[in-house]
T-cell receptor, first 114, second 112 residues
């Protein structure tokens, strides 16, 4: 079974631009969560989608948004990029996202904002 | 405020020894605690999950303990090997939501 895939793997943008990242979960998984990882803040939860609905969100500004499609694929968008948005963005999938369920992470998209 | 602290940023040990990592938390009531391994440039990989009503879990050379009174989990790698060199993250999951809260991680280096 193929793992979680994320595209693109690397991205360079400039301040003020917007970016869209994509995540394809493991086949059959309906829950997709997004995380931001930086050296200073570590891994921080952005949001979680299940059946095309955002079910939970972390403490990030509204510039960070996401969506999930009927095939469970998910995208996240960051508008008006800031230098501090440079990070590794990880998505993770699980069957139903219930507590205690194993989450499987993708390799991440490394975003550099100049 | 809620906080998850892992004992040290880096741990260097000799091959064959046991590595012990600590995860302490405050102002959480976790239903589950998980440990992940992360290699450079890759996403975290799930290792073990322990529930609040469990004291200990084992998987091959890995052992996790969970003390909800001390608000602490210990993660042991026995008979360590150079291939165990990686960053290890603890993560808490409360019972009412679906988001993981992670510690900053401890980087383990096993010397041959």
């Amino acid at each position: 079974k193929a793992g979680v895939t994320q595209t693109p793997r690397y991205l360079i943008k400039t301040r003020g631009q917007q970016v869209t990242l994509s995540c394809s979960p493991i086949s059959g998984h309906r829950s997709v969560s997004w995380y931001q990882q930086t050296p200073g803040q570590g891994l921080q939860f952005l949001f979680e989608y299940f059946s095309e609905t955002q079910r939970n969100k972390g403490n990030f500004p509204g510039r960070f948004s996401g969506r999930q499609f009927s095939n469970s694929r998910s995208e996240m968008n960051v508008s008006t990029l800031e230098l501090g948005d440079s990070a590794l963005y990880l998505c993770a999938s699980s069957l139903a996202g219930t507590s205690g369920e194993t989450q499987y992470f993708g390799p991440g998209t490394r975003l550099l904002v100049l | 405020s809620q906080k998850i602290e892992q004992n040290s940023e880096a741990l260097n040990i000799q091959e064959g020894k046991t590595a012990t990592l600590t995860c302490n938390y405050t102002n959480y009531s976790p239903a589950y605690l998980q440990w992940y391994r992360q290699d450079p440039g890759r996403g975290p990989v799930f290792l073990l999950l322990i529930r609040e009503n469990e004291k200990e879990k084992r998987k091959e050379r890995l052992k996790v303990t969970f003390d909800t009174t001390l608000k602490q989990s210990l993660f042991h790698i026995t008979a360590s090997q150079p291939a165990d060199s990686a960053t290890y993250l603890c993560a808490l999951l409360t019972s009412n939501d679906y988001k993981l809260s992670f510690g900053a991680g401890t980087t383990v280096t096993v010397r041959a």
